[in-house]
Nanobody, 120 residues
Framework: QVQLVESGGGLVQAGGSLRLSCAASGSIFIINAMGWYRQAPGKQRELVAHITSGGTTNYADSVKGRFTISRDNAKNTVYLQMNTLKPEDTAVYYC??????????????WGQGTQVTVSS
């Protein structure tokens, strides 16, 4: 079994910052790519940022220059540093990871989500 547990969400004023963390635990052999998605009320879930096992990153256009994704492979943890937050960043943020639990057993896992609310 694999679990992804997010933390760090909350309420912040526009222009402020938050740092999200997501720790993977359980029967993990290798973690490939990790990412952050978000879903605002009435909207589809969208990719925010993605990082490969080698550290290559990509971002949604709406967050480029404001958000930074990083990972600590020793801790099986991915982070999302969010700066200059805007009200339109308000959403539930979900962690996602592509994980091998054994050499030949691979799955895609989601965290439970953490609420980020940005007030104007």
């Amino acid at each position: 079994q694999v679990q992804l547990v997010e933390s760090g969400g909350g309420l912040v004023q526009a222009g402020g910052s938050l740092r999200l963390s997501c720790a993977a635990s359980g029967s993990i052999f290798i973690i490939n790519a990790m990412g952050w998605y978000r879903q605002a009320p009435g909207k589809q879930r969208e990719l925010v940022a993605h990082i490969t096992s080698g550290g290559t990153t990509n971002y949604a256009d709406s967050v480029k220059g404001r958000f930074t994704i990083s990972r600590d492979n020793a801790k099986n943890t991915v982070y999302l540093q969010m700066n200059t937050l805007k009200p339109e960043d308000t959403a539930v943020y979900y962690c996602n990871a592509d994980i091998f639990t054994r050499l030949t057993s691979r799955g895609n896992y989601w965290g439970q989500g953490t609420q980020v609310t940005v007030s104007s």
